[in-house]
């Protein structure tokens, strides 16, 4: 995994991106050769201006999420995923025809070969990805714990979207160790944890042991691995890294309080709010004619009110009325008793349904971010009943309120309709790790997998 701006990406997804990026940069300037006669200057202008047009191409897909692993992604999911990443860079790839220097005398047919060679590398890239093998850049990891928390590094590491960890094996901590993993990847070893590093050709050992005293975990042996070069993290920071969460049940208040992440400063406060301003106004102006239609929409099946406004706790446990255009029965809520919305709630409506699906329901959400009470993208606000009783419940939930909430966020991209205390801690994993790691890059990257779940249906709801 590499860490681009305090946000893990996995480096097989750095690799295979770069790699189109060039073939298509190359592809590009020999078309150009071919076709086009080219002097000193006219090669000056067309390298820079292809590898802009490559690159371009490339983040455009990897945000719509063409580069993430299928793990036996179904043909169905597969050509979807294709077909939007087709349908949305060709024309932004005709677009760029149109300002690059180049682009004047670029005739018609060239133009045409290189459109159909960014959807031919898009198509071939999207098909493959769907069984992505780990390739040459494997990275070779030992498990120290063979119960319940060295199964979950395990379970992580297999639906992980980096195919390139591979589970070496899992050395007992002690005499005393459960088992929760397969026995026939425990390793058996007389000699030092650095000799059976070494004899396995580790590149990582992952801490699964939460007993720190003890004995229980060799800290020198340890040591030793680290100084010899083998990378040794404990499970928060693995859990952080490969997962995009901070596991609760891992998490120390120690860990939040010297670790990394967790700034909230004055000049990322105000970088965040003209990025809420500029891309909300945004927003409000293309989405005016889907929202008008909307409200009518609701009144047709359900009468008014189209908006309903509700009491939602904000930034430092400050209460706030949210809008949102009403999805549910009038009644929905007739005795009074607050309840948790579910993926199929029947006091939804039919439009209610569908509107929610889309993430529609949650546009009138951007009147409170400019009024700024909310932000694009941050934890999603929970209504004061469930926050008391979730506070009561869930070590550190108060954490998420350290920042503004969010019309979109990255629980929201990575998990599913949250309906119960157990769907709330989950999604609080992810939460933490947005107010750990937040900046203006993972934002972008949420606001590009929320247009990638709406359109897909692929992920989180």
């Keep these: 995994m590499l860490k681009l701006f305090n946000h893990y990406v996995p480096s097989t997804t750095i690799h295979q991106l770069v790699f189109d990026a060039l073939l298509l940069f190359v592809a590009v300037v020999v078309a150009f050769v071919l076709q086009v006669r080219l002097d000193g200057a006219l090669v000056a202008s067309v390298v820079p201006s292809a590898f802009f047009f490559a690159l371009t191409m490339m983040i455009l897909n990897g945000a719509l999420g063409l580069y993430r692993p299928g793990d036996g992604r179904d043909f169905r999911q597969t050509l979807t995923r294709v077909g939007m990443s087709i349908a949305l860079s060709v024309p932004v790839a005709y677009g760029i025809f149109q300002v690059l220097p180049w682009g004047e005398f670029a005739h018609e047919a060239l133009e045409l070969n290189v459109i159909a060679l960014l959807g031919f590398v898009v198509a071939v890239r999207g098909f493959t990805m769907r069984r992505t093998g780990a390739g040459v850049f494997v990275k070779r990891i ?276 949250g309906s119960s205390v157990d769907d709330a801690i989950n999604k609080l994993q992810y939460d933490l790790y947005y107010v750990k790691n937040h900046t203006l890059f993972l934002d972008t990257v949420v606001l590009f997998e929320t247009v990638r779940v709406v359109l897909t249906g692929d992920g989180a709801h």
């Design 142 to 417: 030992m498990v120290i714990g063979t119960g319940a928390d060295a199964a979950a590094v395990e379970h992580a590491l297999s639906h992980s979207e980096n195919a390139s960890l591979q589970v070496v094996g899992f050395l007992p901590s002690g005499s005393c160790d459960e088992v929760r993993v397969d026995p026939k990847q425990i390793i058996r070893f007389d000699g030092s944890l650095l000799a059976a590093a070494n004899h396995l050709r580790v590149n990582e050992i992952i801490v699964a042991v939460k007993e720190r005293r003890g004995g229980a975990i060799p800290l020198r042996e340890l040591l030793d691995c680290k100084m010899a070069g083998i990378k040794v993290l404990d499970l928060s920071s693995f859990f952080e890294r490969v997962r995009g969460q901070v596991r609760i049940d891992s998490l120390r208040a120690s860990w939040l309080i010297y670790g990394e992440g967790f700034r909230q400063g004055w000049s990322r406060a105000i970088v965040k709010r003209l990025f809420d301003l500029v891309a909300s106004l945004t927003l409000l102006v293309l989405a005016t004619p889907v929202m008008l239609l909307t409200a009518l929409l609701i009144v047709l099946e359900d009468g008014a009110p189209v908006f309903y406004r509700q009491e939602r706790v904000g930034q430092g446990g400050r209460l706030f009325k949210v809008t949102k255009f009403r999805s549910m029965r009038r009644d929905a809520e007739r005795d009074g008793k607050p309840r948790w919305a579910s993926a199929n709630d029947d006091r939804v409506t039919r439009i209610g349904r569908f509107i929610r699906k889309v993430r529609i329901d949650e546009l009138p959400q951007l009147f409170n971010v400019l009024k700024g009470e909310m932000s694009l993208v941050g934890p999603r606000p929970e209504r004061p009943f469930f926050v008391d009783q979730l506070t009561r419940d869930i070590p550190f939930y108060a954490v998420r309120h350290c920042v503004k909430p969010g019309v979109t966020g990255w629980a929201q991209v990575r998990y599913q309709y």
